[in-house]
């Protein structure tokens, strides 16, 4: 089962992408080689992947605080985790592996979340380069790097699904970590 984050926020705002290479299908010449022209799409399919990545993780967060919640009246160390905890997350605006792994440690007490993001034919270390390296392009697409960054179709169809791994991954990590750490009822 998936938490909220990853089902209302991450599959949603990743529909964006999918539209985009759609699109992309769409207008292709059907010759062969680069299609000039359509790297705009490409290029706003990784600033959408990017930002669902960052929404994703926000959400997820308050999701799991909600989670650890004391059933009394919110006062004392949970105020306190609360408010630092949501200035954590309204201060979170890059979200690559690094500043990821800081933001788990200091809102739920996740050592390094990035240690969880493996799956088949990806371990840890290579999930946190493949995150750094779309971060880098985004970053350059976004403020305005010239000559355009070249975003190839394959990696804007590629780029959704390696978020869905991180995602499903992060999913897993705060469940169990909520669980067996910190001692709640399963939250999703």
Same mark, same amino acid.
């Given at each position: 089962?998936?938490?909220?984050?990853?089902?209302?926020?991450?599959?949603?705002?990743?529909?964006?992408?999918?539209?985009?290479?759609?699109?992309?299908?769409?207008?292709?010449?059907? $010759?062969?080689?680069?299609? /000039?022209?359509?790297?705009?799409?490409?290029?706003?399919?990784?600033?959408?992947?990017?930002?669902?990545?960052?929404?994703?993780?926000?959400?997820?967060?308050?999701?799991?605080?909600?989670?650890?919640?004391?059933?009394?009246?919110?006062?004392?160390? /949970? $105020?306190?985790?609360?408010?630092?905890?949501?200035?954590?997350?309204? &201060?979170?605006?890059?979200?690559?592996?690094?500043?990821?792994?800081?933001?788990?440690?200091?809102?739920?007490?996740?050592?390094? %979340?990035?240690?969880?993001?493996?799956? &088949?034919?990806?371990?840890?270390?290579?999930?946190?380069?493949?995150?750094?390296?779309?971060?880098?392009?985004?970053?350059? %697409?976004?403020?305005?790097?010239?000559?355009?960054?070249?975003?190839?179709?394959?990696?804007?169809? /590629?780029?959704?699904?390696?978020?869905?791994?991180?995602?499903?991954?992060?999913? &897993?990590?705060?469940?169990?970590?909520?669980?067996?750490?910190?001692?709640?009822?399963?939250?999703?």
């Amino acid at each position: 089962m998936s938490s909220r984050a990853y089902t209302e926020y991450l599959e949603v705002l990743l529909a964006d992408a999918k539209e985009l290479d759609e699109a992309h299908k769409k207008l292709r010449t059907k $010759a062969r080689g680069r299609q /000039w022209g359509l790297g705009a799409l490409n290029r706003a399919s990784v600033v959408m992947c990017v930002s669902a990545w960052e929404s994703y993780l926000e959400e997820v967060l308050r999701e799991s605080l909600e989670g650890i919640r004391p059933v009394a009246a919110p006062v004392g160390p /949970w $105020a306190a985790l609360k408010a630092g905890s949501d200035g954590a997350i309204g &201060r979170f605006n890059t979200p690559n592996a690094e500043n990821t792994r800081k933001l788990f440690a200091s809102c739920l007490g996740i050592a390094d %979340i990035t240690n969880s993001w493996r799956w &088949r034919h990806c371990d840890p270390v290579t999930a946190r380069r493949k995150l750094n390296e779309a971060m880098t392009k985004r970053h350059e %697409i976004a403020h305005g790097v010239n000559p355009r960054p070249i975003i190839h179709n394959n990696y804007s169809e /590629w780029l959704p699904g390696f978020f869905r791994n991180l995602g499903r991954c992060t999913d &897993r990590a705060v469940r169990g970590h909520l669980v067996a750490v910190l001692g709640v009822a399963p939250p999703w």
